[in-house]
């Protein structure tokens, strides 16, 4: 079993900025991809930004430029640095983890965690 768990939500104003951090925690061994999702009010679920275990990123139009995700692979942990953040960019932020078959498996596992509200605003 994997848990990952995020922290580093809050209220902010416009124009602030947010470290956002997810830990993994269990019986592995590898983490192949490690992301960022989000979902606001009403809306559907969308990636933020993954990271490979190589350190390759991706991220978001809408958040490009403005936050940077990163990873320290020894800590299993996952970064979110928001920068510059805007009122739409509020949502409930969750942590998505994804790693190899387990031995004698055939399925990649993944795992979620509970999220972390982001709320910008005046």
């Known amino acids: 079993q994997v848990q990952l768990v995020e922290s580093g939500g809050g209220l902010v104003q416009p124009g602030g900025s947010l470290r956002l951090s997810c830990a993994a925690s269990?019986?592995?061994?590898?983490?192949?991809?490690m992301g960022w999702y989000r979902q606001a009010p009403g809306k559907q679920r969308e990636l933020v930004a993954g990271i490979t275990h190589g350190g390759r990123t991706s991220y978001a139009d809408s958040v490009r430029g403005r936050f940077t995700i990163s990873r320290e692979n020894a800590k299993k942990t996952v970064y979110l640095q928001m920068n510059s953040l805007k009122p739409e960019d509020t949502a409930v932020y969750y942590c998505n983890a994804e790693g190899p078959p387990i031995t004698g498996g055939t399925m990649k596992w993944d795992a979620w965690g509970q999220g972390t509200q982001v709320t910008v605003c005046s």
């Open positions: 269990g019986s592995i061994f590898s983490i192949l991809t």
